[in-house]
């Protein structure tokens, strides 16, 4: 036979003369097979195909034992085939030429071409139906990804008008506060015409007086006093209104052009977390809106983070130990602020224009630490004799002017709760443990 046989129709020979060769005696072993009676029978028909492929084609002695035992081992196959019936229609076509070119049945040429024609029909038809399922499954995924596609462009356009809502809305408020920053700034250039009036009068009355009697000298000096007094009480004696004002202030015009953030410039203007500090307790109305938003991602996301540290002149108010003791817990009190405030001073030279306020609870030590070092951009607050630190985060929120985003960094449930309805967004301290740990 001059064309190669079919893998298939080999590999079942070579399987046949494996077999057989495990169970002749020594001296019946071809030499060419010798090594390959060695093998392990796992490894025999792989590793020996090709001398035990040879040895069928060339060794007539050896591949009459194969049929020998082909004979015991198929007598129903090998019956029908040396008869006139023909091969049983079960038998694999593949093992039906093997053993007709063990056993040199006349036409098994014939037999060996028709199993390899059988052999590439039933190859081709599996790949006609790989094909066709593949096709199947292409048009599905696509028709799958049109609809996702659909889907998309329709969340996007509502997106897309929401966004242009809220733009139009924050042009409304950008001119409503535009409005009321040059009534402050009238205001404002007014008192200083009167101030300087009263300067002017004041150093007059204080050359007349020169003139007078030592008693009307000193009654001068000390209404002197008492005016330089009068000025540093009332500059000192800013109402937290104007305070509220004025970040809200600076909170829009950052919005709008961004000059803040570009120049890096320090602002000399005082925050309300500034004036609480001191002891003001005035709270604010409650705003349901605090202007931050996590774009759909989950609470604890350290992304979160990110995301509000990007809103504007965001506050972010930070519960010291709620935060420290479920990352850092192991560690000694003095040494869990240490690591909080130098990741959120990191976090602050990212973000130039957040205020960010760390509240610590002054009951959890014994007295009250001295010489914390606060990072640049990091304000650090103790709460109050015999209070603790969610009262204080809660003044720190009521303090802010309605519409300024204010964030509070907590896992309590009650100081979560109520810096929500004062206008606040919580966020657990997970998220901002992980966007530490990230760092």
Known sequence: MSEPLPSSVRAQIVAFAADTLADLPEQDVPATLVAVRRFIP????RLGATPLAAAMANDAVFRGRVA??????LPELVASLESDEGPPEAAPPEEIAAVAYVLR?????????????EVAEAAASARAADA???VTRLREQLDALRQGAKVENDQLRE???????????????????????RRVENTANDAVEVAEKARDEAVAAARDAEAETRRLRQRVAELEAALTASRRGSREARSAEDVRLRVLLDTLMAAANGFRKELALPTAVLHPADIVSRGEDDAAPLDPFCGVSARGLAEDDPAVIDEVLAVPGVHLIVDGYNVTKRGYGSLTLQAQRARLLSGLGALAGRASESEITVVFDATAVTARPVGVAA???VRVLFSRSGQLADEEIVRLVRAEPVGRPVVVVTSDREVADTSRRSGARPIP????LARLDRS
């Open 42 to 45: 796992s490894r025999r028909s």
């Open 68 to 73: 020998e035992r082909l004979r015991l081992a």
């Open 105 to 117: 049945l006349p036409g098994w040429e014939r037999m060996v071409e028709a199993a390899a024609q």
């Open 132 to 134: 066709t399922e593949t």
């Open 159 to 181: 997106r897309l008008a929401v966004a242009r809502s809220e733009v139009e809305d924050a042009r409304r408020r950008l001119r409503s506060s535009s409005d009321r920053l």
């Open 375 to 377: 990072p640049r951009g």
């Open 429 to 432: 301290s997970a998220a901002l």
